[in-house]
Antibody, heavy 116, light 110 residues
Framework: QLQLQESGPGLVRSSETLSLTCTVS??????????WDWIRQPPGKGLEWIGS???????DYNPSLKSRVIMSVDRSKNQFSLRLTSVTAADTALYYC????????WGQGTLVTVPA | NYMLTQPHSVSESPGKTVTISCTRS????????VQWFQQRPGSAPTPVIF?????PSGVPDRFSGSIDSSSNSAFLTISGLNTNDEADYYC?????????FGGGTKLAVL
C-alpha cells in the first residue's frame, strides 16, 4: 500500500520561501506509470492544484502559480519537494502531496500558515 | 481552459440514492479521465472514483461513477446513503497536463 507523508515548517514568514517535502513509502517514486503532485486547500475553501512532477524531473505547474513554484524529485530518498517563493497570507493552506496515474493516493496534508 | 461546475449542496435521506453532477464548460467530458474525492470535516480528501468509473480498493460498491457526453457531465452516484457519507465531494479532471477541480458539493444525509 502506497503511503505519502508531507513534512516541513508549519509557519513561514511573509515574502519568504515555503519548502515542503513528500516522502513516499510502499512504492518507488521512479515508477514510470506515476506522476507526483502538490495540491493545496485554503481554510474553508476548495482544492487548488499546484503542480506535478515526473520521476525524470519534468514538471507541469498551475499557470497562476508558475512564476513562484519549483518542484524537484530526489529518487535516492524516494521524495519529492515543493518550493513556493515570495509567500503571502493568501498562501496559508493545507498542503497535500499526491500520486496520480491509476489508483490515486494522497497524504494527510500539512498546514502552512503565513501570518499577515 | 475549462471549468468543472458542481452543485453547491445536495441532500437526501438515509437509505436513498443521490447523484452529484460535474459539468465541463468546454471540450468533451470524455476527453480526460474524471476522479471524485470525498472529504469529511477535518480530514484529507480520499479518492472514491478514479478514471471515470473505477473504485479504489476499500471503497464500497455503493459508490459509482459515470460520464454522459450529451450533458458533458460526470456523475457520482451513492446508493444506500448513511450518515457516514456526509462530506464534501470534489470532481477533478485534466486540461492538457494541468489538473482542474470542481468547486465541491456538500452532501447532507438527513
Amino acid at each position: 500500500q502506497l503511503q505519502l507523508q508531507e513534512s516541513g515548517p508549519g509557519l513561514v514568514r511573509s515574502s519568504e520561501t515555503l519548502s515542503l517535502t513528500c516522502t513516499v513509502s510502499g512504492g518507488s517514486i521512479s515508477d514510470s506509470r506515476y506522476y507526483w503532485d502538490w495540491i493545496r486547500q485554503p481554510p474553508g475553501k476548495g482544492l487548488e492544484w499546484i503542480g506535478s512532477i515526473f520521476y525524470s524531473g519534468s514538471t507541469d505547474y498551475n499557470p497562476s502559480l508558475k512564476s513562484r513554484v519549483i518542484m524537484s524529485v530526489d529518487r535516492s530518498k524516494n521524495q519529492f519537494s515543493l518550493r513556493l517563493t515570495s509567500v503571502t497570507a493568501a498562501d496559508t493552506a493545507l498542503y497535500y502531496c499526491a500520486k496520480h496515474g491509476g489508483h490515486p493516493y494522497w497524504g494527510q496534508g500539512t498546514l502552512v500558515t503565513v501570518p499577515a | 481552459n475549462y471549468m468543472l461546475t458542481q452543485p453547491h449542496s445536495v441532500s437526501e435521506s438515509p437509505g436513498k440514492t443521490v447523484t452529484i453532477s460535474c459539468t465541463r464548460s468546454s471540450g468533451s467530458i470524455a476527453s480526460n479521465y474524471v476522479q471524485w474525492f470525498q472529504q469529511r470535516p477535518g480530514s484529507a480528501p480520499t479518492p472514491v472514483i478514479f478514471e471515470d468509473n473505477q473504485r479504489p480498493s476499500g471503497v464500497p460498491d455503493r459508490f459509482s461513477g459515470s460520464i454522459d457526453s450529451s450533458s458533458n457531465s460526470a456523475f457520482l452516484t451513492i446508493s444506500g446513503l448513511n450518515t457516514n457519507d456526509e462530506a464534501d465531494y470534489y470532481c477533478q479532471s485534466y486540461d492538457s497536463n494541468n489538473w482542474v477541480f470542481g468547486g465541491g458539493t456538500k452532501l447532507a444525509v438527513l
